[in-house]
């Protein structure tokens, strides 16, 4: 059995065996023959062993306080400093610059909105069938804008949203030949629209000319 086979591995459970070990030695002096001042210094290293384990649990607990008061200091640094931050992101007049020599973050630019172009070379043409055919060039609106297609029949009737498009033409089916209509169409991106394009006029159809266009601004 090797020595260390019969000490205890917890630090309280070893100051706790030598202290017992050291009460059944000078009880049985006679039996043992340990030197009785042998005996004292193993009591006064004991004594120190276990003064040194107080010290650190005392020092685990100053520790576990210490560091839960910073971990609270932080907390309210971190409030006033979030509060500043907020104030001086809230300054116009405070450049991106400073903000960088403050150790603040720059707030990436708002984009301009996209302002919708007024489509261009809008015509349409109807048959014979009941369908008048609508195109329009894109005139450097962006991919996704949609066009919305106004509509009425004669010139006196009321102007009506006929539909919202992203391609660049449509079909108006179920119209009624012989019947004067009137389109325009403007383009739309979020909530902003374009002004109106040239108004383009549908006339009935004959087997002919069955298209016949009349643009007026």
């Known amino acids: 059995m090797s020595d260390s086979d019969f000490l205890p591995n917890k630090d309280k459970d070893a100051v706790t ?12 002096s006679t039996m043992v023959s340990i030197p009785t001042a042998t005996l004292g210094t193993l ?6 062993f276990n003064n040194s384990i107080l010290l650190v649990e005392t020092k685990k607990a100053e520790l576990k306080a210490a560091v839960e008061q910073k971990n609270q200091n932080r907390k309210v640094v971190a409030t006033q400093a979030r509060t500043l931050n907020r104030y001086v992101q809230g ?4 450049t991106d610059k400073v903000k960088l020599e403050l150790g603040l973050s720059v707030r990436p630019a708002k ?4 302002i919708p172009l007024v489509p261009e070379k809008f015509q349409a043409y109807g048959d014979s069938n009941g369908v008048n055919f609508i ?6 609106n962006r991919s996704g804008t949609q066009y919305e297609i106004w509509y009425r029949e004669g010139t006196k009737a009321e102007w009506l949203l ?6 660049l033409r449509y079909e108006h089916k179920g119209v009624t030949p012989g019947t004067q209509y009137l389109y325009k169409v403007r383009a739309k991106r979020a909530d902003r629209f374009s002004n109106f394009s040239a108004i383009s006029v549908v006339y009935p159809a004959v087997s002919v000319n069955p ?5 007026a601004a």
Do not use: C
Request: hydrophobic fraction near 35%.
């Open 91 to 94: 300054r116009t007049e405070v």
């Open 111 to 114: 984009p301009s909105p996209v």
């Open 135 to 140: 195109s329009w060039k894109a005139a450097g």
């Open 17 to 28: 065996w030598i202290s017992r070990f050291t009460n059944v030695a000078t009880a049985n």
């Open 162 to 167: 006929l539909t919202t498009e992203t391609k």
């Open 43 to 48: 009591t006064t290293t004991n004594t120190t």
């Open 211 to 215: 298209l016949v266009m009349d643009k």
